[in-house]
């Protein structure tokens, strides 16, 4: 069975951080690129960085611009997880994060979403 499964969302002031977790299991992670989204308030699910796969430091990342330069993408294949470290945190970064896998044949698996609240 395949899971994928969001963590570190929270409450945050404007101009903080968090670091998101999306932990794999039941597929081989190491061959899935990885995607976070994230769906605020009445809104459509938008897409927020991309980190494919890759051996070490070959990954390719790529971002919205709504997040270029405060966000980071990254993974770790040993531990099956994909990591989003969000800085310079702004309260239109609100919303619930999703984590998505996807392979070559366009297999895809989402998350359930951790809920990200930037507010003062």
């Known amino acids: 069975q395949v899971q994928l499964v969001e963590s570190g969302g929270g409450l945050v002031q404007p101009g903080g951080s968090l670091r998101l977790s999306c932990a794999a299991s039941?597929?081989?992670?190491?061959?899935?690129?990885m995607e976070w989204y994230r769906q605020a308030p009445g809104k459509q699910r938008e897409f927020v960085a991309r980190?494919?796969?890759?051996?070490?430091?070959?990954?390719?990342?790529s971002y919205a611009m709504s997040v270029k330069d405060r966000f980071t993408i990254s993974r770790d294949n040993a531990k099956n997880t994909v990591y989003l470290q969000m800085n310079s945190l702004k309260p239109e970064d609100t919303g619930v994060f999703y984590c998505?896998?996807?392979?070559?044949?366009?297999?895809?698996?989402w998350g359930k979403g951790t809920l990200v609240t930037v507010s003062s």
């Open positions: 980190i494919t796969t890759g051996a070490n430091t070959d990954y390719v990342t």
């Open positions: 039941g597929i081989i992670f190491k061959s899935y690129a």
């Open positions: 998505r896998a996807i392979n070559y044949e366009g297999m895809e698996y």
